[in-house]
């Protein structure tokens, strides 16, 4: 994203009909136009305008974090969100889970050819307006086009570096039998939300994403009792059943979950029982799952439910020994079930 | 969610769990089939075997759609789809299915076949529609409940001229499975297979009505009870099945009142007649041929008929030698009793059909049941020692 | 085998489709294959289709008889 | 790729013959199979065996500086390299032109259903020797797949974070009227060596892509002479005559250049002819054009020289005072012409 | 590269462009159009102007067969494109040729056009041996140097049997062009523009030789050097035609004899006839109605002939009135003159054909020609001063 | 216009195709609409397919012609 210098261009992008076609990524003043007048324009700041092809900060000694996400999510538009807040909200959620302050992100754009430019323009300020609400900058960009039929409308890939907390290290195999399993809020929203929307399926329901941040819970999660938090992680694909059967791998230990203390709502319930779905399969995008030692799960989880993305937060559960690495559910009908992975594509079922 | 959330109320179940061991003779033992996946899906779910006294046994039976159909069937299926003028539609329940040498339509799509997922027959139709000039095949599987909105596509699509649209009809019927594993020679002479009732089908059912059991009822001297698929409707239909073999009863019962009749939906099944007729056999994975056990396009309708259209042969099955799937769709075998269960068959890489379907017996047992399977373990471990 | 779940009738729209809510969330299915859907009534949904009218005596009945086996055979 | 903890897979993948399918992107066991079997196994480090959805890396107090880059290369495969070395070279570069040490990297892959895995695992061994040879790990990643015709193969997007020597402040808009013009070597190589292979232009020629990562070359440079570079950049897309004019508007200055004194292989020379392209505009991805006060030019120079990937560096002319910020050229003919960017995409033309 | 950097010896070139100061007559001017953008690139591309002496001049032809495609043409292309079923491949040059109010196939394509940009005719024959359900057309443009490949193609298509491939014909004629130049009244009677003499194609020549341009030499009495691409090539054919006109004489000459006969290519010449046919008319931009300007298909092909086929209509032009493109083709101003010119119209933004072909008038002022008109009016500015 | 380029023979291939190059890089095009292609010999490429042979000798003598021009004019 370095095309800053480029003169003025004697034509003003025509965002409300044009689409974005070959020239807009060929490397020429069109693609500087295109960087300009929608991506700089909406992320709005110093580093883009210095226009080069890498950004540079300060940084105390310490450690630091750093991860990325590929967004592909279809349809990009969804009730309370689209792919760019996703992008946003998901990369930050990655660093927080570390338990670390996230400092700056990258955005790469890979556009299909005819790509709307309204809808391109949207996007950007979704990420420019989340950036800024979140305050964490994207500081250098990328943009590719490629023909049509070679990309779905927009994929976008975030990365993003954050500061670890002095003393703070969690890790994916740090769970021991004991740990208490704390959800900061009900499950499946997102998924059902972008699942409304798919052709096909198309259902009504009020339910809409739970696209956050969750950099400002995690802080707060940290400065009340950094010191018992295992781990943490983000439930997005495969949902929590995969999220705590991935821990439970790592951490070779099992689960005792408790249906009944899983925070749902009814209509994501509803929803999946048209689809045939288990909601514990169904993606989130502004939830986290911890896992806390046992003398730290009170004050942990007060510290969660003081926070607005924390309110509902609920202890759902305890990890226990167990070879198998099991995820057990206590159910809300009186029995025992194995939680597992899903196989292969979460799909509506007919049996 | 009314008319779901009140037949889940698990103290409910307890005190007819009670009535069930009450009710039931110390001195003999009961072994109830339920032929349905749905209720192999809810007993597993909800462990209601756990609430079951010893001597009252569950049978799984072959009633899942998808674990019915044999290998060939995928085969071909997966060769028409990689036909390049052939979209094949299909519901989610069949991705997995596997075919001959690993093979599913997964894979076959990874490999360029154009299928798709449907949610519907309604969605076939509208690809059928949009795309003139893609032969949209959609590949039907089901029982008596899936069959009548194949019809109504088939209807629609006859009515609307779409040239482009066939059927690959695997539509199966369940009374034929019954008779069948009631005439099979494990039940009926070797004894190895003891069944003393039904758990009749509760969505088959709101089709075609409870009538069509009662011929069973009376042959093979069989109590049937239909019952809807939620935990409290299995449990209360195991009781009615306890106490009519107390009474030495073998009526047809029906627990499901709400929606299922004695004759069933007359506008469904006529809108099946006319346009399916029985086929004179079909095999059934497990079961093996199965007289008059499935459903095919009259002939007036043959060019929406895949197997005509495409003249589609349905090559010889090459099942997994060491699958199980077929024992355990007749009740003969458990999962546990596989030797591949587990190790090599999971839900992940299901060697048998019993494994894909979420509705299958091994499925159901490995996602619900392994956990029991352990305890049960744990306990008799404890008693030997 | 067979999923399918009830779902109240909302609003019965032309060529024998309606509008159906299970739980706050509604979708348009058709109802060809049954007859005098009627706007609140429920139907068990299945594939898109509604297959059969769920009889709100005999649901209120089958919860009775449920509620007296598990009080005990008082017959 | 955080699904290390999964226990041993019942099948092995068949990596000869299979293809990704929906479900390697699923969230499940099928996608923990694929990163850990290929991903891991080929970019080998003790960051990705951790199994987190993020990594994280002491570092010292100082600038730092973070870039990214979305890779579309078509085709994949290409004489001397593939989208997996050039996604690595490509981001470390980013990272070099800003006279930073690169640190760390992180890889997203978006790939198409089908994509067979063979190739996956080439791509993927490419990037793990490429990371080796450069000594830069990659150490968080991501893996999306999205369904057949949604993609082109594979998309790639790596994020790169390095360190900026103190005292080093290179600036787009640091070059000034006199400065010297040094290219590191020949250029148009990489984009005639993929244009090559390019279904319905094919030709046959031994020229290879460039593709090479130059931090060793500016480490080299800003020993020998860092104070008197004003700016590097990578002519990648665009070639040299985007990047010059890129310079020459973010400055406010001009260029007058040689075309005699710009390295351009016979080769190339003649594949541009065939095509009707001008070797200016064409792809380079190993080669930097560094712009360098006129007291340092020799030195500077001469340590290009020295190094293997600069042995054919070429002073090829000076930046000039221009309010058009046009840049010019000498012709070898011995007239002068403006180097425009290219409009629009690069094309085989007829006339 | 041999055949090309022995012509482009820059020393050879000030050695001839000395003898052309010398020969040249101090008290007359001279005016030769190249006809073609070939010389009008090689000239701006290599500064030859700088090195002519004041009284020789150039003026840039209409010889570009992107530029003189009318607007209407684009049009009907973008809309043959549209359609659902056809595949338009075409030419890299054409892409970016600009239709009405802003369109162009780039954008076309963008907006979901299946439009293919090919190197050769035969690719697009590839395209539609490959893709038998799409409606492959070929847009074809250019000069008697393009119309052999097209015929080619088409004989091929033919013998192939290919249904799905035809022909969108826009092949222009030289010899047509060069006589409506002649007769039009800027020239003829205006005496607005004055032409000495002309520099005939290169390539265009190697098919139709040198012979057509005979009738010109003799009627209009204006000397003519057929000359090859190369700077050196240019420069001396200069040379040529000034002797010609220093001698009286308005001769066909030969410099390009290293490519180009007499005849020319006859065997190219008789796969065109076979398939071609002239048009009694044809809109050139710049021009307007050439009589006998183009060929179209013969009308056995019809089939073959994308405008039958299709039935497509050209929608009447609709040029920005104030582009000059028009009077810039036909030699009466030059890109400078032009109001949008580097404000609104540039390579990025073309307004006009001339500005978006590399080879244009426009373009190669833009690339080639601003820095010399700098550097001239600083001069001139000096001289005032 | 019409941009075309000397390349030489490398191949004669079936079909009236030939394998030609150019400064190190080969292609193969059509030499449908030329006779006798002889491997060694130039022609003119454009848009795939050979328009002309390119006669040495005529060349040499362009050369020549121009040289000649360069000193200045003998005649
Ligand atoms: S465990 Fe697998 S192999 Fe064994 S019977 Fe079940 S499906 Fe067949
Ligand atoms: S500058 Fe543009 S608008 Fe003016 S004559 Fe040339 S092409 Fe037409
Ligand atoms: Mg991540
Ligand atoms: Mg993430
Ligand atoms: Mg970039
Ligand atoms: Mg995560
Ligand atoms: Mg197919
Ligand atoms: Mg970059
Ligand atoms: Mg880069
Ligand atoms: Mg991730
Ligand atoms: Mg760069
Ligand atoms: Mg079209």
Known sequence: ???????????????????????????????????????????????????????????????????????????????????GTLAVHGTINDIAMAGAVPLYLSACFIIEEGFPLADLECIAQSMGDA???????????????????????????????????????????????????????????????????????????????????????????VAAGGKHIRLMRDPTRGGIAATLNEIANQSKIGFHIDEEAIPLKPEVAAACEFLGLDPLNVANEGKLVAVVAPDGAD????????????????????????????????????????????????????? | MKYIDEYRDGRLAMDIARQIVATADLVRSYHFMEFCGGHTHAISRYGLEDLLPPNVRMIHGPGCPVCVLPIGRIDAAIALAMRPEVTLCTYGDLMRVPGSDGSNLLKAKAAG?????????????????????????????????????????????????????????????????????????????????KIDGFIGPAHVSTVIGTEPYEFFAEEFQKPVVVAGFEPLDVIQAILMLVRQVNDG???????YIRAVTVFGNEKAQAEVANFFELRESFEWRGL?????????????????????????????????????????????????????????????????????????????????????????QADAGRAVA | MCLAIPVQVKEVLPDDMAKVTLGGVSKIISTALVDDVKVGGYVVLHVGYALAKIDPEEAERTLALIREAAIGDAA
């Open chain 1, 299 to 351: 004050v942990v989880l007060a510290a969660m439910q003081a926070h607005p993305l924390g309110a509902e937060a609920m202890l759902i559960g305890h990890a226990v020994a167990d070879e198998n690495c099991f995820v057990q559910m206590a159910t809300s009908f009186g029995g025992g079930r194995i939680v597992d992975w899903l196989s292969g594509e979460q799909l509506p079922r007919i049996c």
């Open chain 2, 113 to 193: 076949a154009d299928i798709r997922m449907v949610y519907s027959t309604l969605d076939a139709l509208r690809i059928a529609e949009a795309e003139p000039n893609r032969d949209v095949v959609f590949f039907a599987i089901g029982f008596e409940t899936t069959t009548p909105p194949t019809a109504l596509a088939l209807k629609a699509a006859i009515a609307k001229g779409l040239g482009n649209f066939s059927i690959f009809c695997n539509h199966v019927l369940t009374p034929a499975a019954i008779q069948n594993i009631l005439e099979s020679p494990d039940v009926r002479k070797l004894g190895t297979i």
């Open chain 1, 131 to 221: 950036s800024r609400e979140t305050g964490v900058p994207i500081i250098t960009g990328d943009t590719k086009v490629v023909e049509r039929g070679k990309a779905d409308g927009v994929f976008i890939s975030t990365a993003g570096v954050g500061r670890v907390p002095d003393g703070l290290d969690l890790r994916a195999d740090a769970a021991q039998p004991g740990d208490a399993v704390i959800i900061s809020g009900s499950i499946g929203d997102h998924g059902v939300a972008v699942m409304s929307k798919r052709e096909n399926l198309e259902f009504d329901t009020a339910i809409i994403s739970d696209s956050a941040a969750l950099h400002g819970l995690v802080a707060a999660m």
């Open chain 2, 288 to 376: 093996g041929e199965v007289p008059y056990g499935a459903l095919r396009l009259r002939p007036q309708y043959a060019t929406y008929d895949a197997e005509k259209r495409f003249s589609m042969v349905t090559p010889a099955a090459k099942d997994n030698p060491a699958c199980e799937c077929g024992a355990i769709l007749r009740g003969a075998r458990n999962p546990a009793d596989c030797k591949l269960f587990g190790t090599v068959c999971t839900p992940d890489t299901p060697m048998g059909s019993c494994m894909v379907s979420s509705e299958g017996a091994c499925a159901a047992h490995w996602t619900y049941g392994r956990l029991r399977e352990k305890a049960r």
């Open chain 2, 249 to 255: 009863r073998h009526e047809v019962e029906n627990q």
């Open chain 1, 1 to 83: 994203m370095n095309k800053m210098g480029v003169k003025a261009y004697t034509w003003k992008l025509d965002i409300a009909n044009g689409r974005v076609d070959l020239s807009h990524g060929a490397g020429g003043r069109a693609m500087g136009q295109l960087i300009e007048d929608i991506f700089h324009k909406a992320l709005d700041n110093d580093w883009l305008r210095a226009g080069n092809d890498q950004s540079t900060f300060a940084v105390p000694s310490g450690r630091m974090v750093m991860t990325t996400d590929g967004y592909v999510v279809s349809p990009l538009f969804f009730p309370g969100g689209n792919i």
